[in-house]
């Protein structure tokens, strides 16, 4: 079946430091999407990509779809404390989003 | 703003009882989901319905039933609740024809069976 795979699973970065976290398909997607769940909260939408190869920027996150639609990544420069949860990618099946496995990043003060 | 309510938002409860999880929205969105995730891992889908009267199981085995009476609401029940039903429920609604469209999430039921 369909699956989306994320790594790495657990991240822990000092603050200030980079960090990205990758989202790999068995399929091609049509699109992808990204969320961020923060501890004890519930997954929040961030960005769609649609085409291939796109790249979009979200202040200091930077989204990128691969070419050939089966890669992701989410890339995050100068990591800040409020950064802190899980990134989940997600695409689409049949009847609903497909989730990714998730990495938790964690950011030392 | 989407507006999405989970009640209870907690419940510690003995196995064997049968609880209702609910799930309402205001924004008029026919398709619902219901989502388990333990702490920090994976969300898994199991039920989802696009409109009213439409129910489906989703990818996980579960023991749950919904229904899908009125736009608004789509409860998730379990007959006889048990230690492995232990988890947070997360309820999602999309707007539009697609199910690719951004997913908005509620804030969660965390349920504790002893």
């Known amino acids: 079946g369909q699956q989306v795979m994320q790594i790495p699973q657990y991240q822990h970065v000092q603050e200030g430091e980079d960090f990205t976290t990758y989202c790999n398909s068995s399929?091609?997607?049509?699109?992808i999407q990204w969320y961020k769940q923060r501890p004890g909260g519930h997954p929040v939408f961030l960005i769609q990509?649609?085409?291939?190869?796109e790249v979009k920027k979200q202040k200091r996150l930077t989204f990128q779809f691969g070419e050939a639609k089966k890669n992701s990544s989410l890339h995050i420069t100068a990591t800040q404390t409020t950064d802190v949860g899980t990134y989940f990618c997600?695409?689409?099946?049949?009847?609903?989003?497909?989730f990714g496995t998730g990495t938790r990043l964690t950011v030392i003060p | 703003e989407a507006d999405i309510y989970q009640t209870p938002r907690y419940l510690v409860i003995g196995t064997g009882k049968k609880i209702t999880l609910e799930c309402s929205q205001t924004?008029?969105?026919?398709?619902m989901y219901w989502y388990q995730q333990d702490p920090g891992m994976e969300l898994h889908l199991i039920h989802y319905?696009?409109?009213?009267?439409?129910?489906e199981k989703g990818d996980l085995s579960s023991e749950s039933t919904v229904s899908r009476i009125r736009t608004e609401h789509f409860p998730l029940t379990l007959e006889s609740a048990r230690p492995s039903h232990t988890s947070q429920y997360l309820c999602a609604t999309v707007p539009g024809l697609g199910h690719n469209n951004e997913q908005f999430f509620g804030p969660g039921t965390r349920l504790t069976v002893l």
């Open positions: 924004m008029g969105h026919d398709k």
């Open positions: 997600a695409g689409p099946g049949a009847n609903n989003l497909f």
């Open positions: 399929t091609t997607l049509s699109n």
């Open positions: 990509l649609v085409k291939s190869g």
């Open positions: 319905s696009y409109g009213v009267n439409s129910t």
